[in-house]
């Protein structure tokens, strides 16, 4: 391998590892997601799996919750707080209290 290459899977090792460590840093969201997402909850009938509404203020550890870095979408908030930019709810069969089908529902 010559320096060239060298230095080129160097750089791009790099920047793996820099995606690899801001991936995991610990970010709270935001409390407006919080309050949406608890909102969003308490009008479905069943629990959804992985999300510990009463205990867990940070939504970003929520199974089915990707955050992102409040900085690196260009937003001004505070330090660590990250925004949901996806909420992944397939196969999970959800209902409203009205009983009404939210997602995925079977016909029946």
Known sequence: M????????????????????????????SSNDLKALRDFVSAVESPIGGWD??????????????????SSLGLNYPLNSSRVVHVELGQRRLRSRSGSCL?????S
Do not use: M
């Open 2 to 29: 010559g320096i060239l290459e060298f230095w080129v899977v160097l750089i791009v090792l790099g920047f793996c590892l820099q995606a690899q460590v801001l991936n995991s840093q610990n970010f709270t969201c």
């Open 53 to 70: 509404t009463d205990s867990s203020s940070n939504c970003c550890n929520w199974v089915g919750i990707t955050c992102k870095s409040s």
């Open 103 to 107: 997602a995925d529902c079977s016909i």
